[in-house]
């Protein structure tokens, strides 16, 4: 059974940086695109950052110029790096993957979620 796995949220004051990780394991054959999303109170859960298994990023416009989004194919993780940390920054963070099973079913799979809170 595949999990996602996430862990680096925290709190941080604004300005700040942390570096979020997601982890796949059980049964993969592959794993094609993983982004991070993320959900605030009140508001609807939006993309922040994608990447291809080739590498191809695709940031939305909050995130551009402050976050940088990578992965390590060997070790079917992804990395969220985040810079220059606003207020607005503040939610949960979930993981994503698209990922072909050891059965070649393909899906979308999230990660149970890790907080993210910046203070001004």
């Known amino acids: 059974q595949v999990h996602l796995v996430e862990s680096g949220g925290g709190l941080v004051q604004a300005g700040g940086s942390l570096r979020l990780s997601c982890a796949a394991s059980?049964?993969?054959?592959?794993?094609?695109?993983m982004g991070w999303y993320r959900q605030a109170p009140g508001k609807q859960r939006e993309l922040v950052a994608a990447?291809?298994?080739?590498?191809?990023?695709n940031f939305a416009d909050s995130g551009k110029g402050r976050f940088t989004i990578s992965r390590d194919n060997a070790k079917n993780t992804v990395y969220l790096q985040m810079n220059s940390l606003k207020p607005e920054d503040t939610a949960v963070y979930y993981c994503?993957?698209?990922?072909?099973?050891?059965?070649?079913?393909?899906?979308?799979?999230w990660g149970q979620g890790t907080q993210v809170t910046v203070s001004s």
């Open positions: 059980g049964g993969i054959f592959s794993i094609n695109a």
């Open positions: 994503n993957a698209n990922i072909v099973t050891r059965y070649l079913i393909g899906g979308d799979y």
């Open positions: 990447i291809t298994s080739g590498g191809t990023t």
